[in-house]
């Protein structure tokens, strides 16, 4: 998913013969993906969160001459291959991609760490315990045994902090060693251990025997597998799916998957016992003893994480405190964001366009349809995607820094009764809850989730969520055909927006993705940590980079097509480029789109063209009815400009104007302002729009209105939000979410007006 | 006694999982197996999820899956 700064790929085997090929194993949040950066000077995404890393990442470092090849694996718990991550992890530590393994651990968790530990040390591949949290460990007062640990594994220990990079040289060091076989190699550690001489538990009877039967069967048939017989052996008999393929590909192997499967059964029928889980209670113990030799824990203080816990994940206040926090989040996007929005827009709009007319001009281009293509068009495009970024950065910002702290996990523990209902977790509420603000972060915010399942059923939420640009719409709506309700009008929508999007979830969940639901919810909740500066301005300037890249082409294409809707005359008297909006091709589309309207009332182009704008971005909806009403030409005459570099100055003083508005935002962000709409509208424009809705509805243009506010708050998402789902979950699931949106706003919006007309005076 | 019904605050001790397949092994390889001493730490309001001190660490599982965990009180050590 994320970029990779160094990327040799995943087939290093045409590598120069010295390279070390090493995987950093461990559990979800130990600090790998801390330490593979520090490693090799990549961004790796890293935060206080189960299941950041999804993929497996590639990068590279030098241990003096030694060229060393790290793989960043996904977090795991266990190699029994019941999860993506797992599978991923199990096969990348069997392959020929990597030479030896480094098991990073939890210092202050080490019982749960050491049993993953265990089973790499079982596969058997050369081996480096990494301690890592070092300095939490100090700080709570743990004393790690690292010679009886090192002894117990036969590997080398090295003691790490991957958040300020102590111990990193060490494990540099050791790594350019790791499991080499030649002597003359500087020993570090009391790595005595050669190769091929796997760590071994006694799983005791009937489990052994069946095991060494399996063993040698395995040893004859995979000579040259990289894991050790007696660990696929305990595989096979766990019923593992990748242990399973490696050994049903080679010759002979489906009759020894068959005898272990029989092995197996035979061990349930004299233990009542599935093998993997006796296996799980031998080798927990093994840890466990394990933990309790080389561990001692001085002080029994109550630790920082229970103290704030008490608060923030405290029966009465912890939901009052998150709500508070979203506010806060939702208060620094809209507030402290909006100021750089308007810098930007002013930007764009105003020198950058300015200068790029004059620079037309002087080339004879002045007030051609080519000045117009550059200036509304590419400029205008590059414009909207451009408006995004201050949003996403200070949002990534606020969602990085209550990751990285640990409170993600609490609002997930605090909010999951809530998800239950509609088969979602916890985990869910946080990007719906955006969509709120702009669905497009919602929709980014998805990335939290460790379900592909539920990653899709909340991305397709998120766009029944009402976003702040559909505000507008309503306000100017209400302020036409509820004169005096306006406020019960726009509260209305909110709340129907809730309801929408818990039955939508509902019907997702039970009917579209519901053969892998699960009722399950078992989340680690991890220690509070202060968030580091570093982690959190990666996190953001990778996010927004990988925005521009993906979703911002996407917006900028559909905002040039729109365009050139517009500007292609097909009536009236205008050319390319300065045509009436009621001449362009944009009006003659919306005319073929209108009577899909018919039985929603709503069978005209001005209508039609709304929604079709509206794609582009919900914002430009009120504009597009003022000029469809108004009847004012779309390319308004460039007014008086200023000399450009004039207006270079200008904007100078406006970006600070916006830092200086930003910060006087600050303090203001509680008392969240939605208005901002003008609701002093044009009389004309109003009395056309009842006139419209009048024509169109037969005379119920009440009815007509009610239904036109249920497909603004429910009809397609914006380009920007489809291309961030495209870009989340691929072009399909994009699709989808088109088609779903259109067919429930359409279907509201007919029964709406269907009833309305009929029961209502009209 | 399972844990869903455990008041907050006393130490526990793992008797037996009645959960099977993925959810028995998620629980074990998070720490909550057979023999491990565990603690209700708290309940989320509204019959949300109970968090469990298991080892060093702190989970977070729905009322649905801690009735799936037998324990008993644990004494001592
Ligand atoms: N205090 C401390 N925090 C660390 C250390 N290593 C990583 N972290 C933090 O632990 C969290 C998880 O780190 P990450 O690298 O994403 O873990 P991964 O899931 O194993 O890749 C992040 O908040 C890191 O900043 C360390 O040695 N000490
Ligand atoms: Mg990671």
Partial sequence: ?762 | MDLASCRPGRPLRVVELTADGRERRRLTELGVHRGAVVEVVRRAPFGGPIALRVGGGLLALRPGNARRVIVEEHDGG
């Avoid at chain 1, 030694?66 to 718990?77: A, K, M, Q, R």
């Avoid at chain 1, 037969?698 to 009815?703: F, L, M, N, R, S």
Wanted: with cysteine.
């Fill in chain 1, 1 to 762: 998913m994320a970029d990779v700064c160094h990327e040799p790929g995943p087939s290093g085997r045409g590598h120069r013969p010295e390279a070390r090929r090493v995987a950093l194993a461990g559990n979800p949040n130990v600090g790998k993906s801390s330490l593979f950066n520090r490693l090799t000077g990549s961004h790796q995404h890293v935060g206080n969160w189960p299941g950041k890393t999804v993929e497996r990442h590639w990068g590279t470092c030098r241990a003096g001459a030694v060229p060393l090849t790290l793989v960043d694996l996904p977090g795991t718990y266990s190699l029994a291959s019941s999860s993506p991550e797992e599978v991923v992890a199990e096969q990348v530590l069997c392959s020929d991609d990597v030479d030896a393994v480094a098991v990073v651990l939890d210092s202050t968790n080490l019982e749960r760490n050491l049993y993953l530990a265990a089973q790499v040390a079982e596969l058997g591949r050369p081996l480096v315990l990494v301690l890592n949290m070092t300095d939490v460990a100090e700080a709570d007062g743990f004393r790690i045994d690292g010679a009886a640990l090192g002894e117990a594994f036969s590997a080398p220990v090295v003691r790490t902090t991957g958040r300020s990079g102590a111990g990193v040289d060490e494990l540099i060091a050791v790594l350019g060693v790791l499991g080499r076989t030649e002597p003359e190699g500087p020993t570090v550690g009391p790595d005595t251990r050669a190769p091929g001489t796997p760590l071994s538990i006694d799983y005791g009877e009937p489990l052994e025997s069946e095991i060494a039967a399996l063993e040698d069967r395995l040893a004859r048939l995979l000579p040259t597998h990289h894991a050790a017989p007696r660990w696929l052996a305990v595989q096979l008999l766990e019923a593992d799916p990748v242990t399973i393929d490696d050994v049903m590909n080679v010759e002979g192997g489906a009759a020894v998957v068959a005898d272990a499967a029989r092995a197996a059964q035979r061990v349930l029928d004299a233990t009542g016992e599935e093998p993997a889980l006796l296996v799980a209670d031998r080798r927990f113990a093994w840890a466990n003893g394990l933990a309790r030799a080389s561990v001692e824990r001085r002080t029994t203080l109550r630790s920082r994480t229970e103290r704030l816990d008490d608060v923030l994940t405290n029966r009465w206040l912890g939901l009052p405190i998150f709500l508070a926090l979203m506010w806060l989040v939702f208060g620094l996007v809209t507030h402290v964001a909006g100021p750089f929005v308007d810098w930007i827009d002013g930007v764009v709009n105003g020198p950058v366009a300015a200068l790029a007319e004059a620079g037309l001009a002087a080339v004879g281009l002045g007030g051609t349809w080519f000045e117009a293509l550059v200036v509304d068009g590419v400029i205008g495009g590059v414009g909207s995607v451009l408006v995004f970024v201050p949003v996403l950065a200070v949002l990534y910002l606020a969602l990085g820094v209550l990751e990285d702290s640990g409170y993600m996990a609490r609002a997930a523990f605090l909010l999951d009764r809530v998800m239950r209902p509609i088969g979602l977790t916890g985990k869910s509420f946080l990007p719906l809850l955006l969509g709120f603000g702009c669905n497009v972060p919602g929709v980014y915010a998805t990335r939290v989730l460790d379900r592909r399942r539920d990653r899709i059923i909340t991305a397709l939420l998120v766009p029944f969520v009402s976003c702040a640009a559909r505000l507008p719409v309503y306000v100017l709506l209400a302020a036409v055909f509820f004169p005096g309700s306006q406020g019960t009008v726009v509260f209305s929508l909110y709340v129907a927006s809730i309801v929408a999007t818990l039955l939508i979830g509902g019907l997702l969940d039970r009917f579209v993705l519901r053969g892998e639901r699960t009722d399950s919810f078992i989340l680690e909740l991890p220690p509070y940590r202060r968030p580091s500066a570093a982690v959190l301005w990666a996190y953001v300037a990778q996010r927004v980079r990988s925005f521009l890249a993906r979703a911002g082409t996407v917006i900028f294409a559909c905002a040039l097509a729109v365009w050139f809707l517009l500007a292609i005359p097909v009536g009236g008297d205008g050319s390319f480029g300065q045509t009436d909006m009621d001449d362009s091709l944009f009006a003659a589309t919306a005319e073929v789109v209108a009577p899909v309207l018919a039985p929603a009332g709503l069978d005209s182009w001005q209508v039609a063209g709304t929604f079709v704008s509206g794609f582009v971005a919900k914002e430009v909806m009120v504009s597009t009815m003022e000029q469809a009403y108004g009847g004012e030409a779309t390319d308004t005459e460039v007014e008086e400009e200023p000399a450009p570099v004039d207006e270079l100055v200008d904007s100078g003083e406006g970006l600070l104007e916006a830092i200086a508005d930003a910060a006087r935002a600050v303090p203001g962000i509680v008392g969240l302002d939605v208005g901002g709409a003008d609701a002093d509208e044009d009389v004309d424009i109003a009395a056309a729009m009842r006139a419209d809705l009048e024509a169109t509805s037969d005379g119920h243009a009440t009815a007509a209105a009610v239904a036109f506010l249920a497909l603004v708050l429910l009809y397609v998402p914006c380009m920007a939000t489809v291309a961030a789902i495209r870009h989340e979950l691929g072009g399909r699931w994009a699709a989808i979410s088109i088609v779903l949106n259109l067919t429930v706003a359409w279907l509201v919006a007919v029964a709406l007006f269907q009833v309305g007309s009929t029961v209502g005076t009209g």
